[in-house]
């Protein structure tokens, strides 16, 4: 059985679980229509200082309000499920996803520069298979919930050419200089540290977004792909820690990646790498409370789009994402 058909069977197990989903949206009748229609609260911006001895000043803060709705936010959470299911699936099997998983309102792009890894660590491999999966079945639940109102896939880079949103990231991090590239489908290594630049970002996404989410189905939903997503933040830092103890640049290069990110969202230190104080690990970045950090829409997209400023395309997504909310924040 080869990659493709691994993720394939294991996507068809969850077809219960899916189909059950489905059937409890259409019963709460959530519709395209009810998604554009709901108006939705604000939200708070990160946490304090990524020392972890701050307290996040927004977590109990009533969000201000916007004229968001929960379908904006939705189709928002659906752009970066695209770039990680895209992202995974190339790593884990070679190939992207279905067609008929793209589709939707808005401009539909292509994910070009994706490729297999060849894992020589079988443990990275099975964990690459079980997270590619996942952010399959994300892509499905949200183009699911959103009905004809999902957007389509935006273009999506991810390539490891030295222009690549992959290598201008290692060198904002320093971890490369310009012209040089970051493959990180070159090496068990290099795989875990580009998945770990997406699932930090996706659980602070999460759980800045949920506070915007009227809808108690959707609030739910966005609760369990948050899990989903903390989970496979856990775990790409619990073994690029472990590796790190033999290979310490491996350490060094999440506070790296941390340090860039961070410079890009805003002055609020919202990330940590995976070492803790005196040398011990940080598998779980929490302000003094133990309580995840936070991060708008805005400043999401300032990552994703490796621009400080307040554009409306850039790294990652070339053009932009599909969706009302399209735009980051300004520094």
Same mark, same amino acid.
């Given at each position: 059985?080869?990659?493709?058909?691994?993720?394939? @069977?294991?996507?068809?197990?969850?077809?219960?679980?899916?189909?059950?989903?489905?059937?409890?949206?259409?019963?709460?009748?959530?519709?395209?229509?009810?998604?554009?229609?709901?108006? !939705?609260?604000?939200?708070?911006?990160?946490?304090?200082?990524? =020392?972890?001895?701050?307290?996040?000043?927004?977590?109990?803060?009533?969000?201000?309000?916007?004229?968001?709705?929960?379908?904006?936010?939705?189709?928002?959470?659906?752009?970066? @499920?695209?770039?990680?299911?895209?992202?995974?699936?190339?790593?884990?099997?070679?190939?992207?996803?279905?067609?008929?998983?793209?589709?939707?309102?808005?401009?539909?792009?292509?994910?070009?520069?994706?490729?297999?890894?060849?894992?020589?660590?079988?443990?990275?491999?099975?964990? /690459?298979? @079980?997270?590619?999966?996942?952010?399959?079945?994300?892509?499905?639940?949200?183009?699911?919930?959103?009905?004809?109102?999902?957007?389509?896939?935006?273009?999506?880079?991810?390539?490891?050419?030295?222009?690549?949103?992959?290598?201008?990231?290692?060198?904002? /991090?320093?971890?490369?200089?310009?012209?040089?590239?970051?493959?990180?489908?070159?090496?068990?290594?290099?795989?875990?540290?580009?998945?770990? +630049?997406?699932? =930090?970002?996706?659980?602070?996404?999460?759980?800045?977004?949920?506070?915007?989410?009227?809808?108690?189905?959707?609030?739910?939903?966005?609760?369990?792909?948050?899990?989903?997503?903390?989970?496979?933040?856990?775990?790409?830092?619990?073994?690029?820690?472990?590796?790190?103890?033999?290979?310490?640049? !491996?350490?060094?290069?999440?506070?790296?990646?941390?340090?860039?990110?961070?410079?890009?969202?805003?002055?609020?230190?919202?990330?940590?790498?995976?070492?803790?104080?005196?040398?011990?690990?940080?598998?779980?970045?929490? =302000?003094?409370?133990? +309580?995840?950090?936070?991060?708008?829409?805005? =400043?999401?997209?300032?990552?994703?789009?490796?621009?400080?400023?307040?554009?409306?395309?850039?790294?990652?997504?070339?053009?932009?994402?599909?969706?009302?909310?399209?735009?980051?924040?300004?520094?």
């Amino acid at each position: 059985m080869n990659q493709q058909d691994l993720i394939a @069977e294991l996507g068809e197990r969850q077809a219960a679980r899916r189909q059950q989903r489905r059937a409890f949206l259409k019963f709460a009748g959530i519709s395209a229509a009810v998604a554009g229609a709901t108006a !939705l609260s604000g939200c708070g911006g990160g946490g304090n200082s990524g =020392d972890g001895l701050g307290v996040d000043p927004g977590a109990n803060t009533p969000p201000p309000a916007t004229g968001l709705s929960d379908g904006d936010i939705l189709n928002f959470a659906l752009n970066l @499920e695209y770039l990680e299911a895209q992202f995974y699936s190339f790593a884990a099997t070679g190939s992207g996803l279905a067609a008929n998983l793209l589709t939707g309102t808005g401009t539909q792009g292509a994910a070009t520069g994706g490729r297999a890894v060849t894992f020589t660590d079988p443990v990275v491999r099975q964990y /690459a298979n @079980e997270i590619a999966v996942d952010e399959r079945q994300h892509v499905i639940f949200l183009r699911t919930a959103l009905g004809s109102a999902a957007v389509a896939q935006p273009a999506i880079d991810i390539s490891s050419s030295p222009t690549g949103p992959f290598s201008q990231a290692a060198v904002a /991090a320093g971890l490369i200089t310009q012209g040089q590239s970051f493959d990180p489908y070159a090496s068990d290594e290099n795989f875990l540290l580009g998945a770990y +630049i997406f699932e =930090d970002v996706g659980v602070t996404a999460y759980k800045g977004a949920s506070p915007l989410l009227k809808s108690e189905v959707f609030l739910s939903a966005a609760a369990g792909i948050l899990g989903a997503e903390a989970y496979h933040a856990g775990l790409v830092r619990t073994v690029l820690y472990a590796k790190g103890i033999a290979v310490p640049a !491996l350490i060094d290069a999440t506070e790296r990646i941390s340090n860039a990110r961070d410079s890009l969202d805003g002055p609020t230190d919202v990330d940590q790498g995976v070492r803790g104080a005196n040398g011990a690990s940080n598998i779980v970045p929490t =302000d003094a409370d133990g +309580i995840a950090y936070s991060r708008t829409p805005g =400043d999401v997209l300032n990552i994703v789009y490796l621009n400080a400023g307040a554009v409306p395309r850039g790294g990652f997504f070339p053009n932009g994402v599909n969706g009302s909310v399209n735009t980051s924040s300004a520094g």
